[in-house]
């Protein structure tokens, strides 16, 4: 049994007495077969089923009075679907006259709209048709057979938006160009995107804008009920009113009074809220409850005690809840309430010794309680096991975009899928499953993540905790849904999707400066303008492709931009980065990166009229936002990179320098600033290099006059124009001494005469064959030299896992495509109390590495920067040397956040540190002798998420950076 | 009687037997009389003086057979000369045929030349005839009278001359392009300027180059014999021989051998210093003893201890001098000696409690003891009482040029007259009166210190310590005899070489960078770039005149090069400090200054441009030491200033910034970055300036649109176009309420709110008649500001000196034009030991100031950056606040450098902050209640100059600044 889309029955039979919003979101079903097939479809209206001529029959439990008899056509049972959330039954079926149909019947009025959309999913039409311009790929007609047929589970998260904010100027500007302001007209469009997304829920824009007089009038709240959309005002506007309404109605001389302080003006809030109520409380909504400052402020003063803000919240949620059943329900349960547990209301929730949360308060039971994150997509606390299935139930308020301490983000996708899977799992394994809402600012930079996170809150069996490689496999689906056709760009965009967001999500482009990622050290800044490069390269040629398809506006906004603006803004940094460096050396060559900056700043705009530009000007006016040396959330105190002119010398002079060494030297040996390169003391690097340049004037004849003889150079002898620069590639020759040793060579240039000191280690064949060697410097050249890039870094996907032949026993799982190294390990179950498993059943990882002499050394334990779950945590985990075995009494307690950390608290510099360097670290020093060791990890606390080991000498500084050992340096 | 030179009997008459050197000089003489007069005078040779019929008659006591015929007819005793170092008597003489005649009888040969050069003097012709080019003015004749006879004392200096130094590039390479070398024919130059100028002694140049060797051979030592120089070597080049020398001649297979240790290869040194000691000894020398290190370095390695050192040296001392007496003389003591106390010499001298120093050694006891300064003009240790008159005498080796640390300096004449006037007449006092020797590095840059030096050692009586104003009034004079006849340009030229003096003295021109005067606080860089323009005005308009004299090369080199070099290089680097502070606030005016840096550095070029074309090319080669961005002694990693460029915002953006505060605003009132203008607290600042720039795109209206009532703007309202600034002054209107307090003023500029407090005082009639008044901020601000500029500073010369009728009793007296800020006090006589006098017989030295509130106040001493003067010393003072009088036990003891404080020694960083600073600084906090206080010093230790008092509330740290509290400000 087949039905043919496109060419069978051209129709779409809906019941007379079906939902408004169904036969609605009918037609625009009807558009995207068109848009895919040409076929034009009727949407026709019916009393029954008995006509069942062909076509598509769609029906919603309940309300039409087709729904039994098709359910009766596909053979299933009322019971099937009947008091289901959002399911729908599709069935392919044979007609009266033998022909074919295709059935659909919701549960609810969700359950047929997303129905209806499964057509739109089967015909390869992305949810971002309209939002991206992801045109979908013409077909003559599309089969639906029996292999099609099913029955929908019910989704996995009960209410599942996001929430508009932070909207201007981009999308503010962009809907005021195109809809004449925040309008029904626009809200139309996003309705539709959260339904082909299977969402539900939605935080409308609430910067200068009222959802509810907008539309104009009710028209935005009436179209969202019509299409079953579920309404929230933010975590802070109570009872269905916008804070920017009450600027509006507010007034000493109104009922309302003039002001937002349920002490000094309680007749006048409960006005205001009670005509909220009565207004918008025939709609569907989730009520927000309690009461915060006005425009997301604490709401009471300094002096105020956690008591005096308790008895305060509590005060307003009874009286809210007493407004709720005089005006719209007695029956209070029947009405979804929420009370969002954001910034300082979180103190209020939990309490401490001096005054009761208002944890196990009564009134709060049927309130589904909103947990956060810290803004930064990490989770703060979870509920504990005995809460997990409070009667109110848990909400998550996430973030792709923050405008706050420590910085604000929002100019471009900085999401790593991986992160939103790790954590938001974890809050769905606490039993978070109730509310799902995310951030999305202006939305449309945000188009992959927040795909991502409706299909997680959607089908967590699919995408959750079970599939480790969620969000690969995630992004290589997105990219087949988005791009479909070009089966021979697949591959290229989704690395250059991976590599944007992996860039973008280890610092964000609005927390990037000059003074991240380092100009020479560890050969960083070389490291990123690679990646840089590799994508830009890669983004034109697709897009000298792509511009003459139709998909060519989806790609620019999906791909080219952000891509390209992204790489364009670290580039720039990072050439400011080099500027600086170079004009501190006194450097000519520094010009040259200081015109690259310019022409950074001009390529920004390009991109950004490109942008402008795309689907004949439709999204004129987004994708403003600051980004180039942001500060705050918006433009004031930005500032672009300074750009560094050096004045040449005129004299003759010439500058030697290490290229991955902030040592140099602007004069002769007896300057006393040697070179010292150290990278050959690593036996995964195999060269070195060192820059010559002539930063005076006149010619510059350079020579090599000494040179130990295991020491090999690219060129013993040059001139060097005015300006100009040679790079020396410095590697170990024959004849090499034993052990790790200093060699030197001499450099005659102009009068100067160089002194470039090279370190290396004859590696022996044993030592060769290790893979986890700590390279150390001579001790000879510890005398004058302070700092070391020297360690070796074990990333966890490197690690040992313990193995458990029963697979439901807690163990350590790799996650792959996450945080800053590229890998990750944590230990499953995410919620488990290690505390209650016996030390021989506790997990293990293991890294093992080999120490080429005795010595106190450095462990660095790098991991997520996520924050403890609990009050107790301080997301601890147990370590130790060289053990027998898990229950080895040498294993200690490691605290991988300090006693005072606060996850989320903007007076917490060690959060705050975290969430921009993407990172907490923990260092130990340890007394290693000579030989192999194994360092061994146990959990303890749930939620820490291990991403690096570093083990290096304890005697040397370490020399600045970001990322630490890239690629680039072989280490 | 009188004798007209230019046309009574045109001849000089010497005796046959004169001085072949007499001779010379004498023809010289006649030169200068035909340079003034026209007249051609012939120098002709007789055997006896019967034939007197007219002209100049000279004569050397003892060697010319004319002397005592000539002392007889001027009526003097052979007496009078005889046995006198460097006298003569001058004195006009009827002749034999009733004519005039003059006569000139020397002690000695140095005593005739004198008395010959004496004649240049009274023509008006300047020692720097040649050097300087200083052409004396034109006249017919020059009558000399009775009025000018007179037999000249002896010099108050035994020897006095200088050390040509550090002479490449600059010395090096002009004496090179013109004379082939250090050639006989350039060093007669050098021995005639000494002789000019009353000195007798010269250390010649040794960088690369060999007195006795290059003249060709020995003619320079012979020349220099030959016209009275007495030679030595420099501290470290013992026997006659320099160290150039030893690289030529040592080698393993000489009799000389290798090694310059007297351990290692004893014979091959004595061979060595035998030979030199051999071939020079027949001249006038005086010997250098000892050894140091090749190189000026210390000679025994690290290990070695004191007792070595010492041992070493009196090993070295004992066989040097067994070797004079086997070549020179038998009688030691006949033969002039020296030992340099230099660096670390210092502690071999004086022992400590492990080994006894070489001070009380019997075999030192002729030898002169040749102490030194820190290298920056201020004397280390000098003599005390009881070694005052020790047999062998106290010589001075001080500095105008250093290579070294901190800072190396000799480009341009940086040293401030008085400074040299206190710390010689420091030394003079305390017995230092055998040899007063001082580097003067290129020597063409140091022509006017070194007059002083020379004229201080020769006639101390006249220039020294009983003349406080010595150092101003020998300037005038200088001015006066450099430029004799342009009587209208005298002042302003005073002016020039006064104000450029003390602008390279109070900070090195080499110690300069873009850190050191602040770009804004206190008002700093306005002021210096104040007294640069108006010096390069001054200077450019009398350039203007001269360029057409033949004074036009002698103005170029003393005085429009160095005003107009130094001041370039001063405002390069203001420039440069205003560049990157700009930037630093994102303000595009940055750019402007940017374009001025690279403005004086094409400036530098030109003006030494024009240094090489003076005198028809005469002087093309000097002048070329590095100077901009200098950090070691050559130009190895000197660098010029980098040149900050801001790109303006792609936005509106207004920042507005205090002129003289470095708090600054680029966004709104909400990113909490308020302005505090504080210059109104004080009574002697009448005004604040606040400056408004368009820093982005478009035009930006301002307007004031909130303003307390008393405050008054000098507008209230304007639009900026791009990249334009704007203005504000300022200041005070009616109705100001009482006492110390803050007031606000908004400014709305694009869409900032911007809000500016303005703190004042609403001074009393009182308090306005206080001349010193403590400055103190409003409370109301504390809150929010850590720092402030506010103080009273009261300069030396504001101190009230207490009397005393005894004119011999020990007092404080006042030094005009002293150090960093014009004047100070030092206690004299200079040497006192005032631990035994009586304390009802103290000077004091009385500042009075009033404190408008109680509080805690910082009393900050400033005090030159003189060393102590013995190893008990630390510099201390005695001080009291209202103390009843100078019996008070409230005075209390205050030490003005630290105790680990080490004067001259490089590793002190104490010290070196002190002469790159120029000044030291003690800070004491106390309580004072509000109302009148005094505050009295009293001298404990000598040597302690005082030249500034500070009186501050403690509650506020001091705001960065080089000289804080700039006239421009008003305070």
């Known amino acids: 049994m087949e039905y043919i889309i496109g060419s069978d029955n051209r129709q ?232 920017e309404e009450w600027d509006l109605v507010k007034g000493d001389d109104t009922k309302y009074g003039s002001a937002w302080n349920f002490s000094k003006n309680r007749e006048g809030l409960i006005n205001y809220w009670r005509d909220g109520l009565s207004r918008n409380g025939k709609f569907e909504n989730v009520v927000t409850m309690g009461m915060r400052g006005e425009r997301d402020s604490e709401v009471l003063g300094r002096e105020a005690t956690l008591q005096d803000n308790i008895d305060y919240l509590k005060d307003v949620i009874t009286v809210q809840n007493n407004l709720i059943k005089e005006t719209i329900s007695e029956d209070l349960d029947s009405v979804p309430r929420m009370l969002a547990i954001y910034k300082e209301v979180e103190k209020y929730f939990y309490g401490d010794e001096t005054a009761e949360g208002l944890r196990y308060w009564p009134e709060l039971d049927g309130i589904t309680c909103m947990l956060c994150d810290d803004n930064f997509a990490n989770m703060r606390k979870l509920p504990e096991e005995f809460e997990k299935d409070r009667r109110g139930g848990w909400g998550m308020y996430y973030h792709f975009d923050y405008h706050g301490d420590p910085i604000s983000y929002e100019w471009v996708n900085s999401t790593h899928l991986s992160r939103v899977w790790e954590q938001m799992g974890q809050a769905y394994e606490s039993g978070v499953r109730d509310i799902w809402i995310v951030n999305v600012g202006d939305l449309k930079p945000q188009e992959l993540p927040l795909s991502f996170f409706m299909d997680l809150a959607y089908d967590f069996d ?68 690679q990646l840089a490069d590799i994508s830009v390269s890669k983004a034109e040629d697709l897009w000298d492709k792509f511009k003459e398809t139709p998909l060519k506006d989806a790609f620019y906004q999906l791909v080219y931009f952000p891509v390209c603006a992204s790489m364009n803004l670290l580039e720039m940094q990072l050439f400011a980065g080099i500027n600086h460096h170079l004009a501190g050396q006194g450097r000519p060559s520094a010009n040259i990166y200081g015109g690259l900056i310019n022409e950074c700043m001009d390529r920004d705009l390009e991109l950004q009229k490109g942008y402008y530009e795309c689907a004949d000007g439709k999204w004129d006016g987004i994708m403003g936002s600051e980004h180039m040396g942001f500060v705050h959330w918006n433009d004031e105190e930005a500032r672009y990179p300074v750009v560094h002119t050096v004045i040449p010398s005129r004299r003759p002079r010439v500058v030697v320098a290490g290229s991955y060494s902030d040592s140099y030297t602007m004069g002769g040996d007896w300057t006393r600033h040697p070179i010292v390169l150290t990278g050959l003391c690593s036996p995964t690097c195999f060269f070195e290099k060192l820059e010559l ?45 034993e052990g790790t040793f200093v060699g030197k060579f001499v450099i005659k240039a102009a009068m100067y005469k160089v002194e470039v000191y090279v370190c290396a280690r004859n590696f022996t064949e044993e030592e060769a064959a290790i ?166 990890i146990l959990p303890q606390d749930p939620g820490v998420v291990i991403e690096r080991l570093v083990i290096r000498e304890a005697a040397f500084a370490r020399k600045d950076g970001y990322l630490h050992n890239c690629p680039v340096r072989g280490f």
């Open 12 to 243: 779409i039979v809906l019941g007379e007495d079906e939902w408004s919003g169904v036969k609605k979101i009918a037609a625009k079903v009807a558009g995207d077969i068109k848009l895919v097939t040409d076929a034009e479809y009727k949407v026709t209206e019916s009393t029954s089923a008995s006509d069942f001529s062909g076509g598509v029959y769609a029906a919603t439990l309940g309300k039409s009075s087709l729904a039994k008899e098709l359910l009766d056509k596909c053979g299933i049972s009322e019971d099937t679907l009947a008091g289901k959330r959002e399911c729908y039954a599709f069935q392919v079926v044979e007609t009266v006259n033998g022909g074919s149909a295709l059935v659909i019947v919701g549960s609810d009025k969700r359950g047929t709209i997303y129905g209806l959309f499964h057509i739109s999913d089967l015909l390869g039409v992305s949810p971002w048709v309209y939002f991206a311009d992801v045109c979908p790929k013409k077909r003559d007609s599309v089969a639906l057979t029996d292999a099609d047929n099913f029955v929908s589970k019910e989704p996995s998260v009960k209410y599942r938006g996001f929430f508009i904010n932070d909207e201007w100027p981009s999308f503010g500007t962009w809907t005021f160009k195109h809809f004449g302001g925040f309008t029904a007209q626009m809200y139309e469009h996003v309705f539709e995107l959260i339904l082909r997304m299977k969402g539900n829920y939605l935080w409308p824009a609430m910067w200068t804008s009222n959802f509810s007089l907008d539309g104009p009038g009710l028209a935005n709240a009436e179209l969202a009920d019509e299409l079953g959309i579920v309404m929230s005002n933010s975590h802070h506007e109570p009872c269905l009113r916008h804070s």
């Open 462 to 529: 699919k995408w959750g905790t079970s599939n480790t490689d969620s969000a690969t496999e995630y992004l290589r689906n997105w990219v087949e849904r988005q791009f479909a056709g070009c089966e021979d760009a697949y591959e290229d965009i989704y690395a250059l999707l991976d590599t944007y967001t992996y860039v973008n999500s280890i610092r964000r482009p609005e927390a990037l400066n000059e003074r991240i990622y380092h100009p020479v050290n560890y050969g960083e800044a070389e490291y990123m303008l």
């Open 693 to 737: 340049e002539n930063a005076g004037t006149g010619d510059i004849e350079w020579k090599v006059t000494e040179c130990d003889e295991w020491i090999s150079l690219s060129a013993s002898e040059g001139v060097l124009k005015e300006g100009d620069t040679d790079i020396l590639v410095v590697t170990t020759g024959d004849n090499l001494p």
């Open 771 to 936: 893979d986890h060697f700590v390279p150390v410097l001579p001790d000879e050249v510890a005398a004058f030299v302070k700092e070391s890039d020297l360690e070796l870094s074990i990333e966890a996907g490197e690690l040992e896992l313990s193995e458990d032949e029963d697979t439901q026993a807690p163990s350590y799982r790799i996650i792959d495509n996450y945080g800053k190294y590229g890998s990750a390990a944590k230990a499953f179950p995410v919620n488990c109390d290690f505390s209650k498993v016996a030390a021989e059943d506790l997990p293990s990882l293991t890294g093992s590495f080999y120490v080429p002499k005795d010595g106190k050394y450095e462990i660095r334990l790098i991991t997520a920067p996520c924050n403890p779950l609990s009050t107790e945590s301080l997301l601890r985990v147990k370590m130790a040397i060289d053990p027998e075995s898990t229950t080895d009494a040498a294993f200690e307690s490691v605290t991988t956040v300090g006693a005072d950390y606060q996850g989320g608290e903007r007076t917490c510099p060690e959060w705050a540190k975290g969430v921009l360097d993407n990172q907490h670290e923990t260092v130990l020093t340890r007394n290693l002798s000579k030989g192999w060791h194994d360092l061994t």
